[in-house]
Nanobody, 127 residues
Framework: QVQLVESGGELVQAGDSLRLSCAAS????????MGWFRQASGKEREFVAF????????YYADSVKGRFTISRENAKNTLYLQMNNLKPEDTAVYYC????????????????????WGQGTQVTVSS
C-alpha cells in the first residue's frame, strides 16, 4: 500500500514553469509505476505522463510532450512533474497515481488501472 501527497500547484502566468511533487509514504515505492493525471473543471480526468518503476520508461500525452518532464527519485520516495511553457489550457487539478504492471499491460494511460491516488494540487495558468 502507498499513500500519495501532491504539492507545488499555484497560480502562474502563461509561459511560466512549475514543478509538482508527489511524496509517497511506505517502503514499496519502487514496486509501483507512477502517473500524473489532470482534471479541468467540467471535464474528465486525463492522462498527462507515466514513468516506470525504474524511471527508465516514460510516456506523455501529446498535449504536453516537449513541455513537461516526469521523473522520480526512488531514494526519496518522490515523483516529480516539471512543467515548462505553461498554457492556460494546462489549468487543472493535477493528481499523481500509483499502479502495478502498467507498462507490461500497456494501460498506463487509463485512470482505472491505478490503484492509489493523491488528493490533487491546483494549477492555474493565466493568460
Amino acid at each position: 500500500q502507498v499513500q500519495l501527497v501532491e504539492s507545488g500547484g499555484e497560480l502562474v502566468q502563461a509561459g511560466d514553469s512549475l514543478r509538482l511533487s508527489c511524496a509517497a509514504s511506505g517502503r514499496t515505492f519502487t514496486s509501483y509505476s507512477m502517473g500524473w493525471f489532470r482534471q479541468a473543471s467540467g471535464k474528465e480526468r486525463e492522462f498527462v505522463a507515466f514513468i516506470s518503476w525504474s524511471g527508465g520508461t516514460t510516456y506523455y500525452a501529446d498535449s504536453v510532450k516537449g513541455r513537461f518532464t516526469i521523473s522520480r527519485e526512488n531514494a526519496k520516495n518522490t515523483l516529480y512533474l516539471q512543467m515548462n511553457n505553461l498554457k492556460p489550457e494546462d489549468t487543472a487539478v493535477y493528481y499523481c497515481a500509483a499502479g502495478r504492471q502498467l507498462l507490461e499491460s500497456g494501460t498506463y494511460y487509463s485512470p482505472r488501472e491505478y490503484g492509489y491516488w493523491g488528493q490533487g494540487t491546483q494549477v492555474t495558468v493565466s493568460s
